[in-house]
């Protein structure tokens, strides 16, 4: 049996205010299960407490409303209010060339026939297969729980992973090519703006160059500064920010990474078991240093970086924040690779130190593993879905919350092998939305969220 006490009493949790945690508290409930255990669905398809349900939304290769297929991998994904009440997802499809099959049309090599070539980024040239890698929209009705309409909106690009939900209404998807240096004239390994709408129609693709080239994985604005936080999904990635020369354009800006103010070049992966640093719960002075030739031809962007000082993280994957902090997931940190969790608390001026600090390592524990993309929790906590880098770890992903008490629970499993992925609640917070990656299915759960 895997070991709670190794996780609670060695880690603990520091955000929004919350204690460490001991092994009394442990034994006093800190270990909680507000809507109770886990029922097993019967349909194999998704176990949730008694009372919620669920609602499958779309499936791998089905046909959308504009006669493309669904794809495949879908990943990131944020829900945004669209027009007279309902909800629009912008989701992402971590698709690669290798994963054909999965891709929107029926037959890759004909795209002329199907779509302008302008609409997609890499169209294939000298007779080589396009890139089908993307986003499609999906609009929800919440009144009915019912989809009234998915399409494509994004094609042409290289493995969105994840991405980061704009205030004005669009999503930043997030390419984490396979192959950054390639032989087929096109590059990949930007940034594109995707609008959330309910309109069907392939939008045309802009990489946003000024955000760099690297393996991205998720961005996070911070309103109040207009700075856009990013992270990068390698073994040896840096956290990024971007400072745009115009608030909400990220066309033209300074990318910057972060740097541990007394210790240049950290390393905070943490895989030495008998260094024992970074702790958690220990503030470390951050700064930012400048970045040069972002564009990095020879995918070595990260490597220079180090060089000038920055500190280095294990496979950055999700972002976001909450209240006054963002929260980053390294999926496989720590001396076991079950992962991390950094808090990074912005100074709120541009020159000035911020302050990072590990307040989630799990060593030994059943209770979070590989923490991936997360997202804040209408109640206050956040919500983190697992990727599940080693399955001996864990038999099944879940989706995990901790609340602003700091009590930790779990709210979804999956029966079946494969990662959980795009976690976003609707606007009114009654809706939650999750992807199951490797079975393909889009869900919807709802009920009884008022006992968190």
């Not at 950290?266 to 240093?289: F, G, M, Q, S, V």
Request: with cysteine.
């Amino acid at each position: 049996m895997i070991n709670r006490r190794s996780f609670l009493g060695a880690t603990g949790l520091a955000f929004l205010g919350l204690q460490r945690y001991t092994l009394a508290e442990e034994a006093a409930g800190r270990v909680i299960e507000p809507f109770g255990p886990l029922l097993k669905d019967p349909k194999g398809i998704l176990d949730l407490p008694e009372g919620f349900s669920y609602k499958v939304l779309a499936t791998r290769g089905e046909t959308m409303a504009d006669g493309f297929k669904v794809p495949g991998q879908a990943d990131g994904m944020a829900a945004f209010a669209g027009p007279d009440g309902k909800v629009v997802l912008v989701c992402n499809h971590e698709l690669g060339l290798e994963m054909s099959a999965m891709g929107p049309f029926e037959d890759n090599t004909k795209l002329s026939e199907k779509i302008d070539k302008g609409l997609c980024f890499d169209a294939g040239i000298d007779g080589k297969e396009p890139f089908f890698g993307g986003t499609s929209n999906l609009v929800f009705d919440p009144t009915t729980g019912e989809k009234t309409s998915h399409f494509l909106s994004l094609v042409g690009t290289d493995r969105n992973c994840a991405g980061g939900a704009m205030p004005w209404g669009a999503w930043i998807t997030c390419e984490e090519p396979g192959d950054m240096i390639t032989e087929r004239g096109q590059k990949h390994g930007w940034c594109f703006e995707v609008k959330a709408t309910t309109t069907p129609g392939i939008q045309k693709p802009v990489a946003l160059k000024a955000l760099g080239r690297f393996r991205h994985e998720a961005v996070a604005l911070d309103p109040k500064t207009g700075i856009l936080y990013l992270t990068e999904d390698r073994g040896d990635g840096l956290l990024y920010r971007f400072l745009p020369e115009v608030k909400n354009d990220f066309s033209k800006g300074k990318l910057q990474a972060l740097s541990i103010a007394d210790k240049p070049s950290a390393d905070l992966r943490n895989y030495d078991p008998e260094a024992k640093w970074p702790t958690a719960n220990t503030a470390l002075k951050a700064k930012w240093i400048d970045l040069s030739d972002i564009e990095s031809p020879k995918d070595d962007l990260r490597m220079r970086g180090f060089e000038s000082g920055a500190a280095r993280f294990a496979r950055g994957e999700g972002i976001h924040l909450v209240g006054d902090s963002f929260y980053i997931a390294c999926t496989d940190g720590g001396p076991k690779h079950r992962g991390q969790i950094f808090r990074l608390v912005p100074s709120g001026e541009v020159d000035k130190e911020d302050t990072l600090e590990l307040f989630l390592q799990p060593e030994e524990s059943d209770l979070l593993t590989n923490g991936d993309n997360l997202c804040p929790a209408p109640w206050g906590g956040i919500v983190v879905c697992e990727d599940l880098v080693d399955p001996t770890f864990s038999p099944a992903a879940h989706v995990r919350c901790v609340t602003p008490e700091g009590k930790v629970f779990t709210l979804a499993r999956n029966p079946e092998e494969g990662e959980f992925a795009g976690c976003c609640f609707s606007p009114d917070g009654k809706w939650f939305f999750v992807n199951l990656q490797t079975r393909g299915l889009t869900v919807a759960v709802t009920g009884p969220w008022e006992k968190a």
